[in-house]
């Protein structure tokens, strides 16, 4: 069984600070993808990243592929109460059925006003 | 992307007994997937539904516990079968983006409380 390893786990902070989550494997993905879920809801895709060394950036979230496909990063820049949520990471390993990921345990943000 | 309908959005049951959860997409698509995700936990994938043949299941799900139907290219239901508390969990439907490797459309989930 793949494993993601996501962190921080829980992640509280004030309204305009800037954050990092982190996802790792010792695998190497085909893809990854960002997915933020808030409570109620089902999780919906921020984005996919697929080659190594991408950056792609969302207004003020920035997301980074690790240049060997084994991690990513997910930045937020001036974080706003409308950020709140979990936010899981999902990989899609090479070899594996290209339908099949594997997901992070999340990151749960909290952003205080 | 795809929409997609779930319901019901969430359900108090009694041990023993079945739900029934239903996906309905706005577009046809070849497979659909459930997935389940535990308190605390992520989502795990339960099985693939493809139209017109069996569902295939993931390590640690059978079908006796979790029959899929899968009658048409937009429509799929997933039943939670002789239910226990350890079932208690969030069922999500989701179809893919494009291709599968993508990303996912999710359903909003259907929150399950066995009692």
Known sequence: TQLLEQSPQFLSIQEGENLTVYCNSSSVFSSLQWYRQEPGEGPVLLVTVVTGGEVKKLKRLTFQFGDARKDSSLHITAAQPGDTGLYLCAGAYSGAGSYQLTFGKGTKLSVIP | ?115
């Open chain 2, 1 to 115: 992307s795809a929409v997609i309908s779930q319901k019901p959005s969430r359900d108090i049951c009694q041990r023993g007994t079945s739900l029934t959860i239903q996906c309905q997409v706005d577009s046809q698509v070849t497979m659909m997937f459930w997935y389940r995700q535990q308190p605390g936990q992520s989502l795990t994938l339960i099985a693939t539904a493809n139209q017109g043949s069996e569902a295939t299941y993931e390590s640690g799900f059978v079908i006796d516990k979790f029959p899929i139907s899968r009658p048409n290219l937009t429509f799929s239901t997933l039943t939670v079968s002789n239910m226990s508390p350890e079932d208690s969990s969030i069922y999500l439907c989701s179809v893919g983006v494009g291709k599968g490797s993508y990303g996912y459309t999710f359903g909003s989930g259907t929150r399950l409380t066995v009692v």
